[in-house]
Structure formats: structure tokens, C-alpha cells
């Protein structure tokens, strides 16, 4: 059993930075994918990022690339998502999500385990 709980959102005003943070807890294996995905208001939720636990491989959606990192933190059981130059279009829910399995997917069916969310509004 996994577990996840994301934190770190908040408002910030366009072209600021926020990191957001997912505690892991449970049997991950080094092979397994941990995500963001988001979801605004009135849309589909959305992966934005990815990360091998391993941390061997990572990708991003294209809007995120260039203004976006994920990271993790095998010691402390961290996943992080640093986001800069925000805009308001990346206003919404902040989902981090995992998935056992050696095989990348951007699909929000592929992955069993999420957190509650953690919002984002970019507003000035």
C-alpha cells in the first residue's frame, strides 16, 4: 500500500515560483513513477510530469518544460515539483500520483495511488 499527501500550494502572482511537495510512504520500488497532474475548474484532470523513482528518467508536458522541474528525495521519501515563471493558465488542483510499474504512462487510468490535491491559483 502507498500512500501519498502533496502540500505546498498556495496563490502567487503571475512570473512568481512555487514548490510544490508529495511525502511518499509505503513499498515503492526504485522502477515505479511518481506524477503531477492537474485538474482546473471545469476540465479534465492532466499529467504535467513524471519521474522514475529511481530518478533516472524524467518528463514534462510540453507547457511545463523550461518552467518546471521534478525532483525526488529517495532519503526522505520526497517528490517535489518546482514550478516558475507561473501563469494563470496553470491555475488548479495539483494532484501527485503513483504507479508500479516499470512502464511511463501520462494517463490518469495508469496510475492507482494519488494524493488529496494541493491548489495553485496564479492571480495578480
Known amino acids: 500500500q502507498v500512500q501519498l499527501e502533496d502540500s505546498g500550494g498556495g496563490l502567487v502572482q503571475p512570473g512568481n515560483s512555487l514548490r510544490l511537495s508529495c511525502a511518499v510512504s509505503g513499498n515503492v520500488g526504485g522502477s515505479s513513477w511518481l506524477a503531477w497532474f492537474r485538474q482546473a475548474p471545469g476540465k479534465e484532470r492532466e499529467w504535467v510530469a513524471s519521474?522514475?523513482?529511481?530518478?533516472?528518467?524524467?518528463f514534462y508536458t510540453d507547457s511545463a518544460k523550461g518552467r518546471f522541474t521534478i525532483s525526488r528525495d529517495n532519503a526522505r521519501d520526497m517528490v517535489y515539483l518546482q514550478m516558475n515563471s507561473l501563469k494563470p493558465e496553470d491555475t488548479a488542483l495539483y494532484y501527485c500520483?503513483?504507479?508500479?510499474?516499470?512502464?511511463?504512462?501520462?494517463?490518469?487510468?495508469?496510475?492507482?495511488?494519488w494524493g488529496q490535491g494541493t491548489q495553485v491559483t496564479v492571480s495578480s
Open positions: 519521474i522514475r523513482w529511481s530518478g533516472t528518467h524524467t
Open positions: 500520483a503513483a504507479r508500479l510499474n516499470p512502464l511511463s504512462s501520462t494517463s490518469t487510468s495508469a496510475y492507482v495511488y
